[in-house]
C-alpha cells in the first residue's frame, strides 16, 4: 500500500511538470497586465544623472529623473520643449562690462556674459522616498541610521515611511554643484568647465577639501591608514551648500539662473540630459550614511526624481522593474505632430494622460540569439533598448518597403527605422607620416583609400543596407547635411540618380589617385607594396574578422597591404594617446542634434594627442578652425549653413578620415504596443506607449503551444532499453 | 590530524601570496592606473584632470609595490599592492573599480546562491546518472553494449560544449516549446529555467564520466578480492553493487571533490547563454572591463577553494581509506 | 613558370618552425622507442584493430593538410596582367613578404572562388536579396546569382569566402594549438615532475609550490591575464600561454610516477653501483615515464582543441589574419537567429572538429588501454 501510494504520488507530479511545460519565462498572470516587457543586454552601473553617459543607463535615469526640458515626442526636426519649467529661456546677454546688450543675437567677441532665467512649474512632487519622511517634529526619520534599522532593505522603495516634497529651483542648482565634485568624475565637467562661470574654482574648492580632509585622517591613523577602508566607514560629507557658485545660483523658490562666460546656444541641449536634473538635498542626506553606503543603497543604484516612473527593482545582472510614479505630475500626450502622424496612429491617445503604461520589466539577455528567440516567441514587446543586436535579422532598402521575413509579417510584428544621428568613420592620424599630412599627395592616398573601402558595399555585406553612405561628418537630420546630389562629396562620391543615393568613384579612378599620390599600383618607390596597419581593440569582436578581411580585400584592389594590429582596451587607448597609430575605425552618437557635436571631431584645438580632446584624428587646419568658431555659436540659418558648406569641402578634401556612413536604427515590436515613434534624443519615451494586454495574451497562448510527442517517446524509449538490461542482470545474477 | 590541517591551512598562505603577486603583476607590469581610469571613466570627454581625481578618489594615486615617501611600515601599506590585494587575505574584498561603489563581497554572495542553483543539480544528477551508465557498461564489459557506450562516451566528448547549447536551446525551447529559452527567477519559480541548463551539464559530463568511471569500476573488478568474491559463489550483482563500487568510490570520490570550487566559480557558458547571474558571469564581465578588483578577488577566491578542495581530497583518503595516513 | 620555380627555391619557409620540429621529434622519439619491445608490443596490439587503423589515418590526414599549411614561399609581387614586377633600381624581382604556403597552391580555386557575401551550400545564388544592377543594366531587387555558382560544397561566408576553404585551414591553427602547446610544455614537465619525485625534499617543494599556485587560479582567469602582456596577440603568444597554464598538470603525475620509480629495485641498484644522479633520471626514469607523457599528450589535445572555441567566445582570439574554428564558430553564432538561419558555417566547422577530435580520442583511448598496464582491460 504505502509504496503504491508513492509511486501514484510520483507519477502524478511528473505528470503536472510535464503537462505544465511551458516556455512562458514569466510567472503566471504577470502578462495580462499594463506591463511593457523588455530585455537589456549591459548591467547599469551608474544610475546616478552625474556620473552616467552611457545609453543603456539612460534610458532608466531618464524615467525616474526629469531634466528642464525635454524633446517633442513627435515633431521632427527635433524640437525642445519645456517638462518641469514654465517655457524655454531666452538668453540674456551682457557685453565683457557687465552691461545688458539689448540686441536679439549680439555678435560673440562682445559677448562676457549670458544668462538664462528658468522658471520651474509650482506644484511638482518627488516621487515617495524615505529621504522625504519627517517625523511629528519635522526632523527626517531616517537620519542616524544604522545597520539594523534598514535590515531587509534594498532600495528606497522598500522603505517602511515614505514621503515626498515639491520641486524647487534649489534642487537643479545642487545637481548643477555636484558635476564639479572630483569624487564624481562627472563626464562632461571638462566640457561644461569651459563656459559656466566659477565652474572650475568650485571645482578646485572641493579637490582642496578632499585634500585636507585625507592629510588629516592620514596623519590620525598612521602608516596603517587605508583610505578606501575609512571612506567607506566615515564618508566625507561634501557641503554643497557652503561655497558661492555663480554659474549657478538660486533667485527664488521657483527660479534660478545659470550663467555663462560666453555664447553657447548648445547649453539648452545639455540641460535636456539628465546631467541637469533636480537632486533633492534630502537624497543627498539620505544615502551618504554609512550604513547606506554599507548596504549600497546609493544614489550610484537609487534614483529619486519626479519622473514618471520609479525604480522598484534593481538586479542589474537580472532584473530591472520600474512602476509608475502615483505623484506624477500633469503630462499629457501631444495633441499635434507632424503631418503624417495622425494617418500612422500616432495621435490616437492625443490628450490622455501620461504615463499609460503601469509597470516595466527589463531581464538581462547576453546572448543576442536567445532573446531574439524570446521577441520572436513573444516574450518581448519589443528587440529592446539596443537594437542593433539584431542587424543579421533585418534586411531593408534605403527608399523602400522594410524588409520582413514572411514569419514576422504573419505574427504582425511592426519595424521602424530611422536614420540615426551617428557617425561611423574610419580615421586616419593625421600625425603619421604615411596616412596623415595635409600635401596635396597625401591628401590623395587618403582620397583614394575612402574610393577603395567603398561603404555601399559595407552596408550591403554587414548591414543589410541599413545605412546611409556617409560624405562628411554631418549625419542626416541635423542642421546643415545637405541631401540628395548637392549633398555630394565631390572628391570620392557621384550622386546614382536611378538609384537616388550616393556612390562612390570608380577603382580606376582611385588607382588614378595613388600613381598622382607616389604610390602607382599601390607599390612604395622601392617597389614593394605600400602597407598600412589598422589598430583596433576588437580582436574579441567575432565579427570584426569579417570586417576587417573585407577592408583587407578592398584595399587590395588599389595594391595597398593592410595588417592589423590589435590590442586590449587600454593600450588602444595609449595609442591614440600618443599619436602611435595609422588607421583606426570609430563612431560618434549625437549628444545632441547640432552640428557643432560632429564638426567638433576636426577641430584642431580638440587635438587628442595635443589636448587631450575628442579630435582623435588630430586634424588641425587653420581655415576650418577660424570657420569652426565662427559657426558655434551662430543660430542656424543660411549664414550658418553657408560656413558648415565651407567647412565640409575643406574636410572633404583633406579626408583625414573615411566617412564610412550613418547606421540606420531600427525597432522591432509586436501589434500589441502602440506608440512607437522612432525618437534618437530621448530615453524617455514609454511615457507615451501603451500596451494590450488582451492582445498579447491570445497570441502568446497561439505561439507557444508545448510539444510533448517526443518527450514520450524518449521516455518510452528509455523504458524499452532498461527492460532488457534488468531482465539479463537479473538472470545472470541467478547463474541463468 | 588537527595538527596537518592547520599546516596545510599555513600552506596555503604562501600559495595565495603568489596567486596576488601573479594577478597584481600580469594587470599593473605594463598598464598604469592611469590607463585603468581612463578605461573606466569612458572616453569620449575624459581630461587628465579628472583621471587624476579619480585615482584620488579610488586610491590608485599611491605607488605600485612599494612607497619611498613614507618611512617605518608605510613603505610597504602605503601602496596599491597592500591596499588592495593584502586585504584580500582577510576576505574584504573591497569595492569594484568600474561599478562605483558596489562591494565585491556582497556581489559574489549574492551570486553564489544562484550558481549553486545550477551547479549542485547538475553535478549531483551527473553523479547518479553516470554512475549509473558506468556501472551497466562495466556489467556488460566485453560485449557489444560496451563498445558501443564506449563509442557513444568518446563521441560525446569530442563535441564542444557550446553545441550542446545551442542544440538544446533549439529543440526544447524553440521547436517543442517546452522550457523557457533563457531567464532567471527568484524562490521555486527558477526551476522552469534551470531544466534546460541542467540537462545541457549533464550531457556534457555525461561522456567523459562514464568512460573514467567505468576504468576504475573494471579495475577494481580485475582485483584479487572480487575474484575471491566470485569463488566463493558471490552473485555478480552483489559483487558488483556491493563490493567493487564500495571499493572503487575512493578514485571516484577524489575526482568528485577536485571538483567543488568549479561548483562555486560556476559554469561560463551556460551561464552566459542562459542568463543566469552567477559567478562564471560575473568573472567574464570584470575580464571584459578589465576591472582588476573584480578579477583579482575571483582569482584569490578561486585558489582559496581549490586550497580548501585539496585539502578536503587528502583527508577523504583517510576516511575511504585507513591505510592512509596523514603526517 | 621558370620565374616560380626560381621564387620557391629562392624563398621558400616554414611557418611554424616548431610544427615541424614538432613532427621531426615525434618521429625520433618514435623510431627509439620501436626499438623497445614494450612499446613495439603495444603498437602491434592496438594496430590490429581497423577502427584504430581508421583513426590514425584520418589524424595523418588532417596531420597532412597542417604541415601542408607551414610550407611555402614568398613568390614575385605581380602587376595587373601577371607580369612579374621589376625593383625601379636594381631592376630585380621583388619578393612579397606575404607567404603562400603549399596548402594555398593546392587550394587556389577554391580560395579564388570568393563570392560577395552568404551563399548556401551548393546554391548558385546568394542568401538573401539584394538591390543590384543586372547585365542588361536594369536594377532590380532578387537574388544574385553567384559568380561561381555550385562551386560551394559548404556554401560562403558572410564575406563570401568558402567556407570549405576556411575549414581547412583552421587545421593548421587547430593542430597547432593541439599539439604545439603540449610540445612546449614537455620538456617543462619532464624536468620539474622528474626532479621535483627524484630529489624530494626542498626541490620538491619549490615546484610543487609553483604548480599548485599557478593551478590553483582559475585557468579562464590566467590565460586572459597573460594575454594582457602582449602588443599583438596571435597564435603563437595564445600557444604560449596555454602552455603556461596547462604544464601543472602532466607535472604532477610526472612527480607521482618518479616517486615510484625511485623506489624500485632497479634504480636502487643503479644508485648502489654510484651511477650518478643525473644518468639515473635520464637514462632510467625518463624512457619509463614516457609512455605517460604520450597518453598526455594525445587525450590533452583535444581539450585544448575545444578549449580555443570557449576562449574565442570570450574574446581571446588568434588574430583576424589566421583562421581559427573556434572564431568561425563565435562568428556564425549570430547568424542562427537569421530566418532562415544561416547553419552551414556552425555544422561545416562542427564536423570538421568532430573528425579531429573524434579520432584523437579514440586513438588516444586505445593508446591507454595498450600503454597503461594497470587499465588495460581485456
Redesign the interface.
Known amino acids: 500500500m504505502k509504496w503504491t501510494t508513492r509511486l501514484n504520488a510520483a507519477v502524478l507530479i511528473a505528470l503536472a511538470l510535464i503537462c505544465g511545460c511551458s516556455n512562458n519565462p514569466y510567472r503566471s498572470g504577470e502578462t495580462e497586465e499594463q506591463t511593457y516587457f523588455s530585455s537589456f543586454s549591459r548591467a547599469p552601473e551608474k544610475l546616478d544623472p552625474a556620473r552616467s553617459y552611457w545609453m543603456h543607463e539612460s534610458a532608466i535615469i531618464d524615467q525616474v529623473y526629469e531634466a528642464a526640458f525635454e524633446y517633442h515626442f513627435l515633431n521632427r526636426p527635433y524640437e525642445i520643449v519645456p517638462l518641469t519649467t514654465e517655457s524655454i529661456p531666452k538668453p540674456i546677454y551682457y557685453d565683457k562690462k557687465g552691461k545688458l546688450l539689448k540686441r536679439k543675437d549680439p555678435a560673440p567677441e562682445k559677448i562676457g556674459r549670458v544668462e538664462y532665467v528658468i522658471k520651474v512649474k509650482p506644484g511638482i512632487m518627488y516621487h515617495d522616498h524615505p529621504c522625504f519622511a519627517k517625523d511629528k517634529q519635522g526632523e527626517p526619520i531616517y537620519a542616524n541610521v544604522t545597520l539594523a534599522d534598514i535590515k531587509g532593505y534594498d532600495l528606497p522603495n522598500d522603505f517602511e515611511c515614505k514621503g515626498t516634497r515639491e520641486l524647487e529651483a534649489r534642487d537643479y542648482v545642487l545637481q548643477i554643484k555636484r558635476l564639479a565634485d572630483p569624487s564624481i568624475s562627472c563626464p562632461i565637467y571638462s566640457t561644461i568647465k569651459n563656459y559656466m562661470i566659477g565652474f572650475e574654482e568650485l571645482h578646485d574648492t572641493y579637490a582642496k577639501m578632499f585634500e585636507d580632509e585625507r592629510a588629516k585622517r592620514k596623519k590620525a591613523a598612521g602608516a596603517s591608514y587605508n583610505q578606501e577602508k575609512d571612506e567607506q566607514e566615515n564618508p566625507f560629507i561634501v557641503d554643497y551648500l557652503g561655497p558661492e557658485f555663480e554659474g549657478a545660483q538660486v533667485l527664488d523658490k521657483y527660479t534660478y539662473k545659470i550663467s555663462l562666460n560666453a555664447k553657447y546656444p548648445q547649453i539648452l541641449y545639455w540641460m535636456c540630459m539628465h546631467f541637469f536634473v533636480p537632486m533633492p538635498i534630502e537624497a543627498l542626506e539620505f544615502h551618504c550614511q554609512a550604513a547606506m553606503i554599507e548596504k549600497h543603497i546609493v544614489l550610484n543604484r537609487c534614483p529619486v526624481g519626479t519622473g514618471p516612473y520609479v525604480l522598484t527593482r534593481f538586479k542589474p545582472n537580472e532584473v530591472m522593474e520600474l512602476r509608475r510614479n502615483p505623484n506624477y505630475h500633469d503630462d499629457f500626450y501631444p495633441s499635434e505632430g507632424n503631418p503624417g502622424d495622425r494617418e500612422a496612429g500616432y495621435l490616437d491617445d492625443a490628450g490622455k494622460r501620461l504615463p499609460m503604461i503601469e509597470r516595466q520589466v527589463y531581464r538581462m539577455e547576453r546572448e543576442s540569439m536567445s532573446r531574439w528567440r524570446k521577441f520572436l516567441l513573444g516574450y518581448y514587446d519589443s528587440s529592446g533598448v539596443a537594437s542593433d543586436v539584431f542587424d543579421s535579422a533585418i534586411n531593408m532598402q534605403m527608399g523602400s518597403e522594410a524588409m520582413l521575413s514572411d514569419e514576422m509579417k504573419d505574427k504582425g510584428i511592426k519595424l521602424l527605422t530611422s536614420v540615426s544621428p551617428d557617425l561611423t568613420y574610419t580615421q586616419f592620424n593625421m600625425l603619421d607620416d604615411v596616412v596623415g599630412g595635409y600635401s596635396e599627395e597625401q591628401c590623395k592616398l587618403r582620397q583614394a583609400m575612402s574610393i577603395a573601402i567603398d561603404h555601399n558595399e559595407y552596408l550591403d555585406i554587414f548591414m543589410n543596407s541599413r545605412g546611409v553612405l556617409g560624405q562628411g561628418p554631418i549625419p542626416p537630420g541635423l542642421f546643415g547635411y545637405r541631401d540628395g546630389k548637392e549633398g555630394t562629396n565631390p572628391y570620392i562620391s557621384k550622386w546614382d540618380p536611378v538609384r537616388e543615393r550616393h556612390v562612390r568613384k570608380s577603382i580606376e579612378y582611385a588607382e588614378q589617385l595613388m600613381v598622382e599620390a607616389g604610390y602607382p599600383n599601390g607599390r612604395k618607390p622601392d617597389g614593394t607594396p605600400l602597407t598600412v596597419h589598422y589598430d583596433h581593440s576588437s580582436s574579441g569582436d567575432p565579427g570584426f574578422r569579417a570586417q576587417f578581411k573585407w577592408m583587407h580585400r578592398r584595399l587590395q584592389l588599389i595594391g595597398i597591404e593592410l595588417k592589423e594590429r590589435g590590442t586590449d582596451l587600454t593600450r588602444y587607448r595609449q595609442k591614440r594617446q600618443k599619436g602611435n597609430w595609422q588607421i583606426m575605425r570609430n563612431g560618434w552618437v549625437a549628444d545632441y542634434p547640432d552640428p557643432e557635436n560632429f564638426l567638433f571631431l576636426f577641430y584642431g584645438p580638440n587635438s587628442r594627442v595635443k589636448t587631450g580632446g575628442p579630435n582623435s584624428t588630430n586634424y588641425d587646419r587653420e581655415e576650418y578652425n577660424v570657420l569652426f568658431k565662427e559657426m558655434e555659436s551662430m543660430q542656424n540659418g543660411p549664414e550658418r549653413q553657408a560656413a558648415i558648406d565651407k567647412m565640409m569641402k575643406i574636410v572633404q578634401h583633406d579626408a583625414p578620415s573615411i566617412w564610412d556612413l550613418h547606421p540606420v536604427s531600427f525597432q522591432l515590436f509586436h501589434s500589441w504596443y502602440k506608440n512607437n515613434k522612432p525618437h534618437n534624443m530621448s530615453s524617455n519615451l514609454v511615457k507615451y506607449q501603451r500596451i494590450d494586454p488582451e492582445l498579447r495574451r491570445q497570441m502568446q497562448l497561439k505561439w507557444n503551444k508545448a510539444i510533448l510527442l517526443p518527450v514520450y517517446l524518449l521516455i518510452a524509449l528509455g523504458l524499452l532499453a532498461i527492460v532488457p538490461a534488468a531482465i539479463t542482470i537479473y538472470r545472470r545474477d541467478r547463474g541463468l | 590530524m588537527l595538527t596537518y590541517i592547520i599546516r596545510r591551512v599555513l600552506y596555503a598562505i ?2 595565495l601570496l ?2 596576488n603577486l ?2 597584481f603583476g ?2 599593473f ?3 598604469s592606473p592611469d ?2 581610469a ?2 573606466i ?10 583621471i587624476d ?2 585615482k ?4 590608485y594615486h599611491l605607488p605600485k609595490m612599494y612607497n619611498t615617501e ?1 618611512r ?3 613603505f610597504f ?2 601602496t596599491i599592492f597592500w ?2 590585494s593584502m ?1 584580500l587575505f582577510i576576505f ?1 574584498f ?2 569594484s573599480d ?6 565585491i563581497g ?1 556581489e559574489i554572495r549574492s ?1 553564489i546562491p544562484n550558481s549553486l542553483a545550477m551547479t549542485i543539480p547538475i553535478f549531483l544528477a551527473s553523479l547518479f546518472v553516470n554512475l549509473f551508465f558506468s556501472m ?1 557498461v562495466a ?4 560485449t557489444y553494449l560496451d563498445n558501443s557506450m ?2 557513444i562516451c ?2 560525446m ?7 550542446y547549447i ?1 542544440g538544446a ?1 533549439t529543440v526544447a ?13 527568484a524562490g521555486l ?1 527558477k526551476i ?2 534551470l531544466i534546460l541548463p541542467i540537462l545541457v551539464g549533464l550531457l556534457r559530463s555525461f561522456g567523459g564520466a562514464v ?1 573514467y568511471y567505468r ?1 576504475v569500476f ?2 577494481e573488478i580485475n582485483k584479487d578480492y572480487v575474484r575471491t568474491a566470485r569463488a566463493k559463489g558471490l ?4 559483487v558488483l553493487f556491493k563490493h567493487a563500487l564500495k571499493n572503487a568510490m575512493i578514485p571516484i570520490l577524489t575526482n568528485v571533490v577536485v571538483g567543488i ?1 568549479f561548483l562555486i ?1 560556476g559554469s ?2 551556460l551561464e ?4 543566469i ?1 552567477g559567478l562564471g ?5 570584470a ?2 572591463k ?1 576591472d582588476f578588483a573584480v ?1 583579482r578577488s ?2 584569490f577566491l ?2 582559496v577553494l ?2 580548501v578542495a ?1 585539502i578536503f581530497v587528502d583527508i577523504s583518503y583517510t576516511l575511504v581509506d585507513p591505510r592512509v595516513r596523514l603526517k | 613558370m621558370k620565374e616560380t620555380i626560381t621564387a620557391i627555391w629562392n624563398n621558400w619557409y616554414f611557418q611554424d618552425f616548431l610544427v615541424l620540429s614538432l613532427a621531426g621529434t615525434l618521429t625520433f622519439v618514435g623510431l627509439k622507442l620501436a626499438k623497445r619491445d614494450f612499446w613495439q608490443i603495444a603498437f602491434r596490439q592496438i594496430f590490429q584493430r581497423w577502427s584504430v587503423r581508421i583513426c590514425f589515418t584520418i589524424l595523418t590526414l588532417y596531420t597532412t593538410v597542417a604541415v601542408l599549411d607551414s610550407i611555402g614561399y614568398h613568390p614575385y609581387l605581380r602587376d595587373k596582367d601577371g607580369d612579374i614586377e621589376l625593383h625601379p633600381e636594381t631592376k630585380q624581382p621583388v619578393v612579397d613578404s606575404k607567404g603562400v604556403s603549399v596548402l594555398d597552391i593546392v587550394l587556389r580555386p577554391l580560395k579564388n572562388n570568393a563570392e560577395n557575401t552568404f551563399s548556401a551550400p551548393l546554391s548558385d545564388q546568394e542568401f538573401a536579396k539584394m538591390t543590384f544592377t543586372t547585365e542588361e543594366g536594369e536594377v532590380v531587387r532578387d537574388y544574385k546569382p553567384l559568380d561561381h555558382p555550385g562551386k560551394h560544397l559548404l556554401g560562403t561566408d558572410r564575406i563570401g569566402d568558402d567556407v570549405l576553404y576556411l575549414c581547412l585551414k583552421g587545421i593548421r591553427t587547430g593542430m597547432v594549438i593541439g599539439a604545439l602547446t603540449t610540445l612546449l610544455v614537455i620538456p617543462f614537465a619532464l624536468f620539474f615532475g622528474i626532479v621535483a619525485g627524484y630529489f624530494g625534499g626542498w626541490v620538491d617543494d619549490v615546484v610543487q609550490y609553483i604548480y599548485t599556485t599557478l593551478s590553483s587560479i582559475p585557468p579562464i582567469l590566467l590565460i586572459v591575464s597573460f594575454m594582457v602582456l602582449f602588443e599583438n596577440p596571435g597564435l603563437p603568444q595564445l600557444v604560449f600561454i596555454m602552455g603556461i597554464t596547462s604544464w601543472t598538470g602532466l607535472c604532477r603525475v610526472l612527480r607521482g610516477e618518479t616517486m615510484k620509480l625511485r623506489e624500485a629495485e632497479y634504480v636502487q641498484a643503479c644508485e648502489a653501483m654510484g651511477v650518478s644522479r643525473a644518468m639515473i633520471m635520464i637514462r632510467h626514469i625518463v624512457p619509463n615515464v614516457m609512455h605517460l607523457v604520450l597518453i598526455t599528450v594525445v587525450l590533452g589535445f583535444s581539450g585544448r582543441v575545444l578549449a580555443e572555441v570557449v576562449l574565442s567566445y570570450i574574446g581571446i582570439s588568434v588574430g583576424a589574419e589566421t583562421v581559427s574554428w573556434g572564431s568561425m564558430i563565435t562568428g556564425a553564432l549570430p547568424e542562427l537567429s537569421r530566418d532562415p538561419a544561416i547553419w552551414w558555417q556552425i555544422v561545416a566547422t562542427f564536423l570538421f572538429m568532430l573528425g579531429l577530435i573524434l579520432p584523437a580520442n579514440l586513438f588516444g583511448d586505445a593508446l591507454r588501454d595498450a600503454l597503461d598496464p594497470r587499465l588495460r582491460t581485456r
Open positions: 604562501p600559495i603568489g596567486v601573479i594577478i600580469l594587470y607590469g605594463l598598464n590607463d585603468m581612463e578605461t571613466l569612458g572616453e569620449k570627454r575624459v581630461t587628465q584632470e579628472q581625481d579619480w584620488r578618489q579610488h586610491n613614507e617605518g611600515l608605510g601599506t602605503q591596499q588592495k586585504r574584504d573591497g569595492k568600474t561599478a562605483e561603489g558596489k562591494s556582497d551570486r551497466i556489467f556488460y564489459r566485453g564506449r563509442f568518446v563521441f566528448m569530442s563535441i564542444s560544449g557550446m553545441f545551442i536551446q525551447a524553440q521547436m517543442l516549446k517546452l522550457v523557457p529559452i533563457s531567464g532567471f527567477d519559480y522552469k529555467f568512460r576504468t573494471l579495475e552473485g555478480e550483482n552483489k570550487p566559480m561560463l557558458m552566459r547563454f542562459f542568463s547571474p558571469g560575473y568573472m567574464i564581465d575580464i571584459g578589465q578579477v575571483m582569482a578561486g585558489s581549490y586550497v585539496l
